[in-house]
């Protein structure tokens, strides 16, 4: 789980240019796959067969991750750029970048600028060229790039890193794809692309896979950092069933089947109302004929900063809750 999680939240996939990150999930879980396959927007599916072959379990976790794109090159050289989904500008400035041919850069912003008035507008990448031809040999208008910290072990059991929003579930989604005995039902391990511009991706994938449960994986807020509004999820207090957040009212079918494994099998687990915020719970809730629609959320301190926190706690507890859904299905409707 280390080696996916390193490799993952390292990849270069922001909305939009996910396909290298596909390729290599693909090859990781090919041999633990019935069939692999991507659509034509770029989700990779990833199919094992259930043991009754009845009813279709979509699991979801999203490639891609909040980034830039190139906008304008000035004749010094700088790089201006525009936002791909919802940066947090005060949270990317003065952080090394990483462009998707390789090119590094910092991000940073124009001289003058109080605290208060930082947003994109306001910012570009210095690659070190001394001329917009010297820039132009390395960017061109329309790369996309990201930021690029390291990921570092904090204290005993919890990690900071880039993008774990929502590398985090795609490894925690091949996690359990490698790990889990037969299915119960039909499983397609979904890893979608375009979630952070509006959901793009997951809805034709639902919409073409037709599933009856769908699971969304994907980070949440906790209410644990100095200053975040009152939110009972908090670090190191295990799976978050997620119950609603701004985009969708989760299936009942689905919270009570998370909770009766999570208590079956003494998996810590914690509720999830979050405020402000959607993922890809939702449009697979609402694509084609609707499926009962729910997700299993990682706790996460600063979400959408290239410093988000987790507790590998929280992860083995979801890792413990997803494989449970996926070899003893969602039985609450029965
Ligand atoms: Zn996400």
């Not at 070190?128 to 040999?137: F, L, N, Q």
């Given at each position: 789980m280390k080696d996916l999680m390193e490799k993952y939240t390292r990849a270069f996939s922001v909305s939009g240019r996910e396909a290298s990150l596909a390729a290599q999930i693909a090859e990781d879980l090919r041999p633990f796959a019935d069939s692999v396959s991507t659509d034509a927007m770029g989700n990779l599916i990833v199919l094992k067969k259930g043991k009754d072959?009845?009813?279709?379990?979509?699991?979801?976790?999203?490639?891609?991750?909040?980034?830039?794109?190139?906008?304008?090159i000035e004749d010094s050289g700088y790089i201006r750029v525009s936002n791909i989904g919802?940066?947090?500008?005060?949270?990317?400035?003065?952080?090394?970048?990483?462009?998707?041919?390789?090119?590094?850069?910092?991000l940073v912003v124009e001289s003058g600028t109080a605290f208060g008035d930082v947003a994109v507008k306001k910012m570009y990448v210095d690659i070190?060229?001394?001329?917009?031809?010297?820039?132009?040999?390395k960017v061109k208008v329309g790369d996309c790039l990201a930021v690029a910290p390291e990921l570092t072990k904090l204290g005993a059991s919890r990690y900071a890193a880039k993008a774990f929003d929502d590398r985090l579930a795609c490894a925690l989604?091949?996690?359990?794809?490698?790990?889990?005995?037969?299915?119960a039902c039909d499983t397609y391990f979904v890893f979608t692309v375009q979630e952070e511009?509006?959901?793009?991706?997951?809805?034709?994938?639902?919409?073409a896979i037709a599933p009856d449960y769908a699971i969304a994986v994907d980070v949440t807020n906790t209410g644990d950092m100095i200053g975040a509004p009152p939110m009972t999820v908090k670090l190191g207090g295990g799976a978050?069933?997620?119950?609603?957040?701004?985009?969708?009212?989760c299936s009942k079918v689905i919270v009570d089947g998370l909770t009766a494994l999570a208590e079956a099998d003494k998996i810590p687990y914690q509720y999830e109302i979050l405020v402000a915020g959607?993922?890809?719970?939702?449009?697979?809730?609402?694509?084609?004929?609707?499926?009962?629609?729910?997700?299993?959320?990682?706790?996460?301190?600063?979400?959408h900063s290239p410093v988000e926190v987790v507790d590998a706690k929280d992860l083995d507890a979801c890792v413990k809750?997803?494989?449970?859904?996926?070899?003893?299905?969602i039985n609450a409707e029965k």
């Open positions: 072959g009845g009813k279709k379990l979509m699991l979801a976790a999203h490639m891609d991750e909040i980034g830039f794109i190139a906008t304008f919802g940066i947090n500008a005060v949270a990317s400035a003065y952080h090394k970048v990483v462009f998707e041919n390789g090119t590094t850069g910092v070190g060229a001394r001329s917009k031809k010297e820039a132009e040999r989604l091949a996690e359990v794809a490698r790990t889990c005995a037969e299915p511009v509006g959901c793009r991706g997951s809805k034709p994938a639902a919409y978050a069933i997620k119950i609603k957040d701004a985009s969708v009212l959607g993922t890809d719970t939702s449009s697979m809730q609402t694509a084609g004929a609707g499926a009962h629609a729910g997700a299993v959320s990682i706790p996460t301190r600063y979400v809750l997803l494989r449970a859904a996926v070899e003893r299905g």
